[in-house]
């Protein structure tokens, strides 16, 4: 992740589940270039504040758009369920909620497999019809090769999406380990014009209905 300041831009990681992390971060950055930014220890919590609020604020928004929030109900107790999408399976989910939930949901151990069961085909349903709506179709041809893509931008960046179908089709596309980057980058640029044009007619064609009316 980027940070924009005044004085330059910084590249930081940080674990966005970890909620203690953008302030560790922020005051590490600061630390770090205190001389760079014009900060002191007596100063020092000028540039935290800002950069941890920043830094919070990108993780939030960051674990939303790849935070699935339903609710379930299993042995008549309801539940809320937050999956993510980035990183759970059905299956991991299922496991976990059976297995750590199990006195707060009436599970047995004779009726721990239909729980695990249970859990994962609802998750997977759920899971299903999330992707199926968010998914934009992209039509490629990359010399004469056609590729037909589903890409959800909010969740695989267009530069992972391209990284795979490069790597993945190197040899139907003629190209070496030397080639992959500037693959990537004319596969990326090709996505990202392709989802505009196809996010733009969406727009268009709903605001087109809107002033039709009934």
């Known amino acids: ?14 674990r966005v589940d970890d909620k203690d992390a953008p302030v560790t ?16 220890q007596e100063n020092l919590n000028s540039c935290v504040a800002p950069v941890a609020t ?47 939930n199990a006195a707060a949901f009436n599970i047995s151990n004779e009726t721990y497999n239909d729980c695990l069961r249970g859990v994962n ?8 019809k999330y992707v199926a709506d968010r998914q934009i179709p992209v039509s490629l041809k990359i010399g004469e090769l056609n590729f037909d893509l589903k890409v959800i931008p909010s969740q695989e960046g267009i530069i992972n999406v391209s990284q795979r179908l490069c790597t993945e089709h190197k040899a139907a596309l003629n190209i070496d380990d030397s080639s992959i980057p500037r693959c990537v980058e004319q596969v990326g640029n090709a996505v990202l014009k392709n989802i505009q044009e196809r996010v733009a007619a969406a727009r268009a064609q709903k ?8």
Not at 25 to 40: H, P
Not at 67 to 87: A, I
Not at 207 to 214: E, H, R, S
């Open 54 to 100: 920043y830094l919070n604020n990108a993780a939030s928004q960051f674990l939303a758009q790849r935070t699935l929030t339903f609710p379930l109900k299993l042995n008549g107790v309801s539940t809320t369920v937050n999956f993510r999408t980035d990183m759970d399976t059905p299956a991991k989910y299922a496991y976990l909620m059976c297995r750590d």
């Open 207 to 214: 605001a087109a209905a809107a002033t039709a009316g009934p």
């Open 1 to 14: 992740m980027t940070v924009p300041l005044e004085k330059g831009s910084f590249d930081v990681t940080f």
């Open 121 to 128: 085909d609802y998750v997977t349903q759920v899971l299903q």
């Open 25 to 40: 971060m922020a005051t590490r950055l600061c630390s770090s270039n205190a001389e760079l930014l014009g900060v002191n």
